[in-house]
């Protein structure tokens, strides 16, 4: 009998570099914060990403890994630079690419977003916010972030991983080049969307020219950071098409940025996935396969982005918290988990409990299902401040 030819969520996919994801579902970034406040994979870290890919993943992506132990997003973020303990690291790629999963880094620097007690925040320009304050970075600094990131890579593909992925989304520092809203410079580098993506392309063009032809490199990109005077939907397009021919093996389509009063895109309203339309018009400019993340939540949704061609791969984050085993929930025709639902929800209580769950997963403890919001909320916090304290040894050398 012939095949049927559209393509399904289980089907595979083959990437440009020759790559093979056995399905098309990833389990997008999310920042765990479970290194060790060194900058080192834990058990449990390792435990978990262990757990996902026996769930049945195509693909894994650890969210934040630093090159530049400077500008962390928190303090519980990797960092794989030359004082990185590579047995631990090792054993993550091993255990995290069990049952044929990939396990990719996403490769992070926080820029104006930089944690505040660990960081003096550095972005392209200078910024005042009662949030948060950045200083401007010097040509010189932003020249050699490209060569940053490629030796993180080279270091991810020499300890086991498989791929990278260039974050340029979510106001993060490739970001915030491109955002009008964190990049007011005038030189090379800023003015016109071709200025302002120079560092992401330089990035990718380095990246890629470092690492070996099978090892995979995906860039996260911002269908639009959702708030006025942002980074809009025509000049991400543009970027889409500046990315074609540069190596890219897969570009993910997310949105949303942390900036002040900027909504996450975890907490909007809207229902279903949001940035499937923007990749079927990113579609007619490039031939780097597409992923969107964001707003799936059911079997259904995801089965339908792909069936479609709009996308040729789903990124999920919080429904693997909720459920680790997801894409063999979803092949054994099971119903998708409940997303939990609270009465009123403090500035990052969402993010503190999905956070305190993938560490219950990490543990094995799989009953704390209904964990206490305020809970949750006060665990993270001290967790974040116990790690600043040992963060900042490690930058005073000790």
Same mark, same amino acid.
């Given at each position: 009998?012939?095949?049927?030819?559209?393509?399904?969520?289980?089907?595979?996919?083959?990437?440009?570099?020759?790559?093979?994801?056995?399905?098309?579902?990833?389990?997008?970034?999310?920042?765990?914060?479970?290194?060790?406040?060194?900058?080192?994979?834990?058990?449990?870290?390792?435990?978990?990403?262990?757990?996902?890919?026996?769930?049945?993943?195509?693909?894994?992506?650890?969210?934040?890994?630093?090159?530049?132990?400077?500008?962390?997003?928190?303090?519980?973020?990797?960092?794989?630079?030359?004082?990185?303990?590579?047995?631990?690291?090792?054993?993550?790629?091993?255990?995290?690419?069990?049952?044929?999963?990939?396990?990719?880094?996403?490769?992070?620097?926080?820029?104006?977003?930089?944690?505040?007690?660990?960081?003096?925040?550095?972005?392209? /320009?200078?910024?005042?916010?009662?949030?948060?304050?950045?200083?401007?970075? /010097?040509?010189?600094?932003?020249?050699?972030?490209?060569?940053?990131?490629?030796?993180?890579?080279?270091?991810?593909?020499?300890?086991?991983?498989?791929?990278?992925?260039?974050?340029?989304?979510?106001?993060?520092?490739?970001?915030?080049?491109?955002?009008?809203?964190?990049?007011?410079?005038?030189?090379?580098?800023?003015?016109?969307?071709?200025?302002?993506?120079?560092?992401?392309?330089?990035?990718?063009?380095?990246?890629?020219?470092?690492?070996?032809?099978?090892?995979?490199? /995906?860039?996260?990109?911002?269908?639009?950071?959702?708030?006025?005077?942002?980074?809009?939907?025509?000049?991400?397009?543009?970027?889409?098409?500046?990315?074609?021919?540069?190596?890219?093996?897969?570009?993910?389509?997310?949105?949303?940025?942390?900036?002040?009063?900027?909504?996450?895109?975890?907490?909007?309203?809207?229902?279903?996935?949001?940035?499937?339309?923007f990749a079927r018009t990113a579609r007619q400019l490039t031939s780097i396969p597409l992923m969107a993340t964001g707003g799936f939540?059911?079997?259904?949704?995801?089965?339908?982005?792909?069936?479609?061609?709009?996308?040729?791969?789903?990124?999920?984050?919080?429904?693997?918290?909720?459920?680790?085993?997801?894409?063999?929930?979803?092949?054994?025709?099971?119903?998708?988990?409940?997303?939990?639902?609270?009465?009123?929800?403090?500035?990052?209580?969402?993010?503190?409990?999905?956070?305190?769950?993938?560490t219950d997963l990490g543990a094995d403890r799989e009953g704390i299902v209904d964990r206490d919001l305020d809970e949750a909320v006060?665990?993270?916090?001290?967790?974040?401040?116990?790690?600043?304290?040992?963060?900042?040894?490690?930058?005073?050398?000790?």
């Open positions: 009998m012939h095949a049927v030819s559209t393509q399904t969520l289980f089907t595979p996919l083959t990437l440009p570099n020759g790559c093979l994801l056995k399905n098309r579902i990833i389990k997008s970034a999310m920042s765990d914060s479970l290194g060790d406040g060194q900058g080192n994979p834990t058990a449990i870290q390792i435990r978990l990403y262990e757990r996902w890919a026996e769930g049945g993943l195509a693909a894994s992506i650890i969210g934040e890994v630093q090159g530049d132990p400077r500008y962390p997003e928190k303090p519980g973020n990797l960092i794989l630079d030359d004082k990185a303990k590579t047995g631990a690291f090792r054993e993550l790629a091993r255990r995290g690419s069990a049952n044929t999963a990939q396990l990719w880094l996403q490769l992070g620097h926080a820029g104006a977003l930089a944690h505040l007690p660990i960081s003096k925040p550095r972005g392209p /320009s200078q910024m005042d916010f009662p949030e948060f304050r950045s200083e401007a970075m /010097s040509r010189a600094e932003i020249e050699t972030v490209p060569e940053c990131f490629a030796k993180t890579a080279c270091h991810a593909a020499e300890l086991g991983f498989g791929g990278v992925q260039i974050h340029a989304a979510h106001g993060f520092l490739l970001s915030q080049f491109l955002s009008p809203l964190f990049n007011h410079r005038t030189d090379a580098y800023g003015g016109s969307i071709n200025a302002r993506m120079r560092l992401l392309i330089e990035t990718v063009e380095a990246v890629r020219a470092a690492v070996p032809s099978d090892f995979v490199v /995906s860039v996260k990109l911002n269908a639009t950071d959702q708030l006025v005077g942002g980074l809009t939907e025509e000049a991400a397009l543009k970027v889409v098409a500046a990315l074609e021919g540069k190596g890219v093996d897969l570009l993910d389509i997310s949105g949303g940025t942390y900036f002040p009063g900027a909504p996450s895109s975890s907490e909007r309203n809207t229902k279903g996935p949001y940035f499937v339309e939540k059911r079997h259904e949704e995801a089965e339908a982005a792909v069936r479609s061609g709009d996308v040729d791969a789903v990124g999920l984050a919080r429904g693997f918290v909720l459920d680790p085993c997801l894409p063999a929930t979803w092949k054994a025709g099971k119903s998708s988990p409940a997303f939990p639902r609270f009465d009123t929800l403090s500035p990052g209580g969402m993010t503190a409990w999905f956070t305190m769950r993938m006060a665990e993270y916090e001290k967790r974040d401040e116990q790690r600043v304290a040992i963060w900042k040894k490690r930058s005073s050398g000790h």
